[in-house]
Structure formats: structure tokens, C-alpha cells
């Protein structure tokens, strides 16, 4: 893994403190577009580019967010190679950069700014017109797509209601570090202890969410909202991937009802499957971390059915 220092690349090793715990970098780009332009990046049709991995979770949750609005007229998208190496995210033959034809996702970074300084990742929200990265953080990447496009989305759908803003956030804050990033915490932990702090509090978590769906139907009550879709990208890939391949495997997700239940409703949502590449997801994983999988061999399971009943209905109220 590596990162661009000063616009050039370095090929080091991730980032983990003394203790062994992985941690995770801070994104650097965090402007916003805006419905009336005061941000100086104005919501227009056709001027921004989404650069996602069909593999990233973070991605993912950006690329359902511009499904489910309706945004594809609006909102062009591309995905990189399922691989990544030391070389960081690729293009590749099948997976091409339309806009520049980059061979590396590194150097969209450097066309926005050719002195960057930090980790390359998934989703970019790229402006057409002004050449630059406007966001890399994927949390304000669907917050903007979820509410600052409303004119040209084909849907009325709306992810941050009036009324559970509040709730929509927190919610938010508090699946990120024991559940979205607690899977990465678990798999690139360097030492026991940093493993099994972070699949304890993983594991906590999930337990804790089980029995809230228990008694509704998702994350904030009787509606979707955007906590459901960042819970969603992380949850799709658990008994895939990260069951196996970063060690979290105390329980699948397939084996706590209202959680699996809860992940098939999602799933089922009209637009969804469409988004989730299972052997994308699979290949990235397996083939691209060498220390964590080192024959590269990618597991043929498990099999599960995404499309069978799920019974969540009933708790709509």
C-alpha cells in the first residue's frame, strides 16, 4: 500500500500505531457542491464525475446514494480495476479513466492538486469544469448527492428526512469505528491485542443492532436513511469477505436473524443489486493484500441467497 508524498508516489507500508491498531487516514478533500452554488461548485447536470471500486464499502455507499436519487443523467460514474497493488487503484482495458485517461488513480489525484500529500482512495467527486477533486470523504459525498441535486433527481427519494437528522447522524458516527472500520481494524491489526480489541467491539455492535431490528425495521425506525445505506455496504460484504479474510469470525451476519433479514431488505431495494459486484468485491480482497492473504487465492464461497424472503415488513408499524 502506498500514498503520494509532496505528488509523488511512495510505496510504504499502511498505517498502524505502536500498539499494533491499524489507523485509518483522514480524507483531504471536503468541499461541498451546493443546490445555489455558494460553495462555488453549483449543482449542474453533467459536471461532475463519481470515481468509485466496486470492491470499497466507502465507494459503494456513494455509487447506491446516485442510484436510488435517480442521478445517472446527472452524474457520470466510472469504477477502477478490481486489483490493487503497490502501485495503489488502477485503471485497466475493462475499467478506463473516461475523463483523462489515467493509468493510475494517483494521478487524478495530482491533476487536482500535484503536490498532495496523503493516502489515494475511493469515491472521488470530481468537477468537470474546474479540474479539481471537490470530495473524497464518501459520509458528505451522499449527504450531497442525497440533498443538494434534488432538481435534477428522477426520484423523490429522500435519505435525511426532516425530523431524524439528528438521529441520521449519530447513527452514522456510531457504526463507523466498531462496524465500518472495525472490520479493517480487525483484518490489518499487527498484534493480538489490537485484533482482538477490535473484533470484540465489532462483534459488540453487530450484537447491539441485531436487537434494535429486532423491534424496527431499520437502523432509524420505520424508513431508510443514509445511516442504512453505510451500514448496508459493510454488511453486504461480511460473510464474503471479511468473515474469512480479516479474521472477523465469531459469527456471519447470515447467522444473526433480524441482522440478515434487515441485509436482504436492503439488498432488495429496486436499484441495489445492480450496485453489488460480489466478484469484483471478492477478487479486490483476496488478490490485494498480500500480507493478509498471501496465495491470492479467492475462495469460490460462500453461497448465499441475497434474494430470498425477508419478512421485515412487519415491523414497518
Known amino acids: 500500500m502506498g500514498m503520494l508524498v509532496e505528488g509523488e508516489w511512495k510505496t510504504e507500508n499502511m498505517l498502524r500505531d505502536e500498539d499494533g491498531r491499524f489507523v485509518r487516514s483522514d480524507t483531504s478533500f471536503r468541499d ?22 466496486w ?20 452524474i457520470s460514474l466510472s469504477s477502477v480495476a478490481a486489483f490493487m497493488g503497490e502501485d495503489g487503484w488502477t485503471f485497466s482495458e475493462e475499467f478506463k479513466d473516461p475523463l483523462h485517461g489515467a493509468g493510475h488513480l494517483r494521478e487524478v ?41 434534488e432538481e435534477y433527481a428522477a426520484t423523490e427519494a429522500d435519505f435525511f428526512p426532516e425530523g431524524l437528522r439528528e438521529e441520521i447522524d449519530d447513527t452514522i458516527s ?32 453487530l450484537d447491539y443492532w441485531e436487537s434494535v431490528l429486532s423491534e424496527q425495521r431499520y437502523l432509524c425506525g420505520g424508513v431508510v ?30 447467522d444473526y436473524p433480524n441482522l440478515w ?34 496465495t491470492r487465492i479467492v475462495p469460490k464461497g460462500p453461497i448465499l441467497n441475497f434474494d430470498e424472503p425477508h419478512d421485515r415488513a412487519r415491523l414497518s408499524g
Not at 32 to 53: I, K, M, N, Q
Not at 225 to 239: H, I, K, P, S, V
Request: hydrophobic share 30%; glycine share 6%; aromatic share 14%.
Open 225 to 254: 436513511t443514509e445511516a442504512d445505506w453505510c451500514m448496508f455496504t459493510t454488511l453486504a460484504r461480511f460473510d464474503p469477505v471479511y468473515h474469512y479474510h480479516f479474521k472477523c469470525n465469531l459469527r456471519r451476519i447470515s
Open 55 to 74: 470492491a470499497c464499502p466507502w465507494a459503494h455507499r456513494t455509487a447506491i446514494m446516485r442510484r436510488l436519487k435517480g442521478l445517472e443523467d446527472t
Open 32 to 53: 461541498r457542491v451546493t443546490a445555489d452554488g455558494s460553495s462555488g461548485f453549483p449543482a449542474e447536470a453533467g459536471r461532475y464525475h463519481l470515481y468509485v471500486s
Open 109 to 149: 489525484y495530482t491533476r487536482a492538486d500535484p503536490g498532495y500529500t496523503g493516502r489515494v482512495t475511493t469515491p472521488i467527486l470530481w468537477d468537470k469544469e474546474r479540474e479539481t477533486i471537490v470530495n473524497n470523504e464518501s459520509r458528505e459525498v451522499i449527504r450531497i448527492l442525497d440533498t443538494e441535486f
Open 261 to 294: 433479514g434487515y441485509l436482504r431488505d436492503l439488498y432488495q431495494t429496486p436499484g441495489v443489486a445492480e450496485t453489488v459486484d460480489f466478484d469484483h468485491i471478492k477478487r479486490h480482497y483476496y488478490t490485494s493484500h498480500g500480507s493478509v492473504n498471501p
Open 174 to 205: 456510531a457504526i463507523y469505528n466498531p462496524i465500518n472500520n472495525g472490520v479493517y481494524r480487525s483484518g490489518f491489526a499487527s498484534t493480538q491485542s489490537a485484533y482482538d480489541e477490535a473484533v470484540t467491539e465489532l462483534f459488540d455492535a
